[in-house]
């Protein structure tokens, strides 16, 4: 009977691994480090992604904030100028009213009185209420009583410190969007990491590559983290 030989499979034969590496199979580690290269990217562009979005909002919020500061400045140059007007015609009626009383025109007085504002009243009565013309000590005139109030100037202020206000909220917002863009370029510094590594033979050089943009994406985030978002 002819002797026969039995070969095993070379396949069965070579060691595990090797014939994935001639098959061109990357080894199961480069298979691991190029996931996580891919994982990095993945989070990295979903980070960028919000960081943007963010910065955009706030700038948003900035232009919203400044326009609307505005608006209340004009606001308030607006009622300060009606204040001082009324203050122009009430300084008139009241001298028309004291040059009517030193010639005697009595009648010509009371009409002048008569056409006193009703926010001028309490001042005036404030002031007569001094005895001005026989008393020395007092206060030159109705305008510059405690009593004397301008509803328009009271608004003014208001809408002056709403301004203020709106100015104070634009600033911050300007200054949230530049943060939000200043982490963009942690998780740029990532993403150029992780791209590279993919490009590295050498498996230690990769790794040193790949823990310092894991390093940038976890203070990225962690800077992130503490910012206000809209």
Same mark, same amino acid.
């Given at each position: 009977?002819?002797? *026969?030989h !039995?070969?095993?499979?070379? &396949? /069965?034969?070579?060691?595990?691994?090797?014939? &994935? +590496?001639?098959?061109?199979?990357? #080894?199961?580690?480069?298979?691991?480090?190029?996931?996580?290269?891919?994982?990095l990217?993945?989070?990295?562009?979903? @980070?960028?992604?919000?960081?943007? $979005?963010?910065?955009?909002?706030?700038?948003?919020e900035?232009?919203?904030?400044?326009?609307?500061?505005?608006?209340m400045?004009?606001?308030?140059? @607006?009622?300060?100028?009606?204040?001082?007007?009324?203050?122009i015609?009430?300084l008139?009626?009241?001298?028309?009213? /004291?040059?009517?009383?030193?010639?005697?025109?009595?009648?010509?007085? %009371?009409? $002048?009185?008569?056409?006193?504002?009703?926010?001028?009243?309490? %001042?005036f +009565?404030?002031?007569?209420?001094?005895?001005?013309?026989?008393?020395?000590?007092?206060? #030159?005139?109705?305008?510059y009583?405690?009593? $004397?109030?301008? @509803? +328009?100037?009271?608004?003014?202020?208001?809408?002056?410190?709403? @301004?203020?206000?709106?100015?104070? +909220?634009?600033?911050?917002?300007?200054?949230?969007?530049?943060?939000?863009?200043?982490?963009?370029?942690?998780?740029?510094? !990532?993403?150029?990491?992780?791209?590279?590594?993919?490009?590295?033979?050498?498996?230690?050089?990769?790794?040193v *590559?790949?823990?310092?943009?894991? !390093?940038?994406?976890?203070a990225?985030?962690? $800077?992130?983290?503490?910012? #206000?978002f *809209?």
């Amino acid at each position: 009977m002819p002797h *026969v030989h !039995v070969h095993a499979p070379h &396949e /069965l034969t070579e060691p595990h691994g090797h014939g &994935e +590496e001639k098959a061109g199979v990357p #080894p199961r580690g480069e298979r691991l480090l190029e996931l996580y290269a891919i994982l990095l990217l993945s989070l990295t562009t979903l @980070a960028t992604a919000w960081s943007g $979005y963010q910065a955009a909002r706030w700038s948003g919020e900035q232009s919203q904030s400044f326009a609307r500061a505005s608006t209340m400045r004009i606001k308030a140059q @607006a009622q300060s100028t009606l204040a001082g007007q009324l203050r122009i015609d009430d300084l008139v009626m009241f001298n028309s009213w /004291l040059d009517a009383r030193e010639a005697g025109e009595h009648e010509l007085a %009371a009409i $002048y009185r008569r056409r006193f504002r009703p926010e001028f009243v309490p %001042a005036f +009565e404030a002031w007569t209420a001094q005895r001005p013309f026989t008393t020395r000590s007092a206060v #030159p005139g109705p305008l510059y009583m405690p009593e $004397y109030r301008l @509803a +328009e100037t009271a608004r003014a202020a208001e809408l002056d410190a709403r @301004a203020d206000e709106l100015y104070q +909220e634009g600033t911050a917002a300007k200054t949230n969007d530049d943060h939000y863009i200043l982490s963009t370029l942690f998780f740029a510094a !990532v993403l150029f990491f992780a791209g590279i590594s993919l490009r590295l033979d050498w498996r230690p050089l990769r790794y040193v *590559v790949l823990g310092m943009g894991s !390093v940038l994406l976890l203070a990225g985030v962690g $800077y992130v983290a503490t910012l #206000p978002f *809209v």
